[in-house]
């Protein structure tokens, strides 16, 4: 429910601050019970959980989307949030270029990425040069950035936070080797899991 788009329809800033799709979502409501329970699920999800995902929201749609609409956080400015990849030039004015690319496009519409090749699988330099350049949408581009950026925090946090904790259970699973017949690696262990899997025989080394 996009009330600020109700309130004032043909206001394009208006519909940009107050759209769920292709905007940044403001004073929008949702009666949809699947979409809430999804990202906050107040049975499930623990509050810090909640918290972190409003952020993230906050984040990308109240900052980095209008940074990229208003500011100089992207070049491109059509199609901020889509998943297609999106095409620069002004619709086809000829029955030629019509006919080469399947569909007009203009500015921000999808680009015909399938008739940039042949029957023969090469490449087609006249549709290019029709449509000219490809862009991505804002969002996907800073998305594939952050998930880039998560695999080296993982990394970094493996390194500085959690290289005690791999050091420790790799000694615990060498002296458990070395000790063969004793009991299984579950007893090194008190939290629950590992005392409920005592009850169970360990799974072979060669295994």
Not at 57 to 66: D, E, G, H, S, Y
């Amino acid at each position: 429910m996009a009330f600020l788009c109700w309130v004032a329809p043909h206001n394009a800033v208006a519909n940009f601050i107050g759209s769920g799709a292709g905007g940044m979502g403001f004073m929008n409501l949702s009666f949809d019970w699947s979409a809430i329970s999804n990202t906050y699920n107040l049975f499930l999800t623990p509050w810090w959980t909640q918290v972190i995902v409003f952020v993230a929201f906050v984040i990308n749609c109240w900052i980095l989307i209008p940074a990229a609409k208003w500011g100089n956080l992207g070049s491109y400015k059509h199609g901020l949030m889509v998943n297609r990849l999106l095409t620069s030039k002004p619709a086809c004015k000829t029955t030629r270029c019509a006919t080469l690319i399947g569909l007009a496009t203009e500015n921000g519409t999808e680009y015909p990425v399938t008739k940039l090749l042949g029957s023969d699988m090469s490449f087609n330099q006249t549709v290019y040069d029709e449509n000219g350049s490809i862009y991505a949408g804002t969002q996907i581009l800073w998305g594939m950035f952050f998930d880039y950026a998560a695999y080296t925090s993982a990394i970094s946090w493996s390194l500085f936070f959690g290289f005690s904790k791999m050091k420790s259970t790799c000694a615990k699973m060498k002296a458990r080797r070395a000790t063969k017949g004793s009991k299984s690696i579950n007893f090194q262990y008190t939290d629950q899991l590992n005392v409920l899997q005592r009850a169970y025989p360990e799974v072979p080394w060669w295994w």
